[in-house]
Each structure stands twice: as structure tokens, then as C-alpha cells.
């Protein structure tokens, strides 16, 4: 942490792909990401963390993504505190990935911004972040939505469903041929993440 920059969120899945961990790291842009990676990369402690890793063999697969946000994610800069907005303490996120056809994404996030957003604010939890791909897997997006529970989720979803919005906003990105694929992960936090 000390050289790849602070640990915006930390987490394990509860349902989608199991035995993964789903962490977001901030940076100030691509250079500065390049710079505390070759820091990290020179930290005798990191060569001995893989090390021990190694030995564990628990390490099985990476995904990498450079996510940029979109100007209506709560999250957007590095070190950007946490505050929690919902109830309880427990807490449980839905983490999605939506798919674009090339060329199609931008319209779909500008009627999202303008329909769908507002029925979601009325009706979900708290919305953690808002992003797009820059590398990795293009034209797509990811968003995180963080809830009490499981049960609070379900209540939460279905009151959007039945919101005559919601039905608006799905009309208006039909049209747009959007969708390619969507993709859903339930996560928790965990005892160290600072979204929690």
C-alpha cells in the first residue's frame, strides 16, 4: 500500500465467481501509476511477500482494469474519504460490469445520467463508484452499489422495478442496442477495506 497508493476498497465475493478478492486502487493518472509501480517493484519486502505467496499457491488467476470515473460517481479521487450513507452495519455490494457494443456506450450513460440514475438514487442503497474502461476490457462499465444486507438489496431492487421511471429508462436504452452482456458480483468488504 505504501508505494501502489491508498486502498480505496477491499473485497471477497459472496455470489458470482467464488474465492476472489475485488480491490480498487486510486491513482492521479498513468504516470503516477507506472512510478509506484516501479517502487513497489523495488521493495525488498513485496519480492518476499510474492515469495510467500508463491509457496501458498493461492494465486490463480489476475484481472486488471484502468477504470476512469464518469463525472457522476461519488468516488473520484484518490484519497477520497468514505462516508457511509446507509444503515446498519453490515453491508453487502453489488458490484456490476455492463458490456457495450462499440459506439453505443456513451448514449447509453447520458440517458442512464438523466433517467435511470434518478429512479436508482430514489430506490437503492448507496452508489460507491461509477467507471469506464480506459485498458483492459473496452467499452464497458463498472459500478458498485453498496446495500445492508442481502434482504435490504432485494426490497430495495424490487421498489425500483416497480417505479414507472425505471420502465422509462429501460424503454429509452432498448432503443439504443446498447447491452452486449452484464455481468454481477455480491461482495463483502473486508475488516481493512475503508469502504465498510
Given at each position: 500500500?505504501?508505494?501502489?497508493?491508498?486502498?480505496?476498497?477491499?473485497?471477497?465475493?459472496?455470489?458470482?465467481?467464488?474465492?476472489?478478492?475485488?480491490f480498487?486502487?486510486?491513482?492521479?493518472?498513468?504516470?503516477?501509476?507506472?512510478?509506484?509501480?516501479?517502487?513497489?517493484?523495488?521493495d525488498?519486502?513485496?519480492?518476499?511477500?510474492?515469495?510467500?505467496?508463491?509457496?501458498?499457491?493461492?494465486?490463480?488467476?489476475?484481472?486488471?482494469?484502468?477504470?476512469?470515473?464518469?463525472?457522476?460517481?461519488p468516488?473520484?479521487?484518490?484519497?477520497?474519504?468514505?462516508?457511509?450513507?446507509?444503515?446498519?452495519?453490515?453491508?453487502?455490494?453489488?458490484?456490476?460490469?455492463?458490456?457495450?457494443?462499440?459506439?453505443?456506450?456513451?448514449?447509453?450513460?447520458?440517458?442512464?445520467?438523466?433517467?435511470g440514475?434518478?429512479?436508482?438514487?430514489?430506490?437503492?442503497?448507496?452508489?460507491?463508484?461509477?467507471?469506464?474502461?480506459?485498458?483492459?476490457?473496452?467499452?464497458?462499465?463498472?459500478?458498485?452499489w453498496?446495500?445492508?444486507?442481502?434482504?435490504?438489496?432485494?426490497?430495495?431492487?424490487?421498489?425500483?422495478?416497480?417505479?414507472?421511471?425505471?420502465?422509462?429508462?429501460?424503454?429509452?436504452?432498448?432503443?439504443?442496442?446498447?447491452?452486449?452482456?452484464?455481468?454481477?458480483?455480491?461482495?463483502?468488504?473486508?475488516?481493512?477495506?475503508?469502504i465498510?
Amino acid at each position: 500500500t505504501r508505494h501502489v497508493g491508498p486502498n480505496i476498497g477491499f473485497f471477497t465475493t459472496e455470489f458470482g465467481t467464488l474465492n476472489r478478492i475485488v480491490f480498487l486502487r486510486g491513482f492521479d493518472d498513468i504516470d503516477d501509476r507506472e512510478r509506484r509501480l516501479a517502487a513497489r517493484e523495488a521493495d525488498p519486502e513485496w519480492a518476499r511477500f510474492r515469495a510467500e505467496s508463491a509457496k501458498v499457491g493461492a494465486l490463480s488467476q489476475q484481472e486488471n482494469k484502468l477504470l476512469k470515473t464518469v463525472p457522476f460517481s461519488p468516488i473520484q479521487k484518490e484519497g477520497q474519504p468514505f462516508i457511509r450513507r446507509i444503515g446498519g452495519t453490515g453491508m453487502v455490494v453489488d458490484h456490476r460490469t455492463y458490456d457495450f457494443h462499440p459506439g453505443k456506450m456513451n448514449a447509453w450513460l447520458e440517458a442512464y445520467e438523466k433517467i435511470g440514475l434518478p429512479v436508482q438514487n430514489r430506490h437503492l442503497g448507496q452508489l460507491l463508484i461509477f467507471a469506464v474502461t480506459e485498458c483492459g476490457p473496452i467499452n464497458q462499465a463498472v459500478f458498485l452499489w453498496a446495500y445492508e444486507g442481502l434482504g435490504d438489496r432485494d426490497r430495495r431492487r424490487a421498489a425500483m422495478a416497480a417505479d414507472p421511471g425505471w420502465a422509462e429508462f429501460g424503454k429509452a436504452t432498448a432503443a439504443l442496442g446498447a447491452l452486449k452482456q452484464q455481468t454481477t458480483m455480491l461482495l463483502t468488504p473486508t475488516a481493512f477495506s475503508p469502504i465498510r
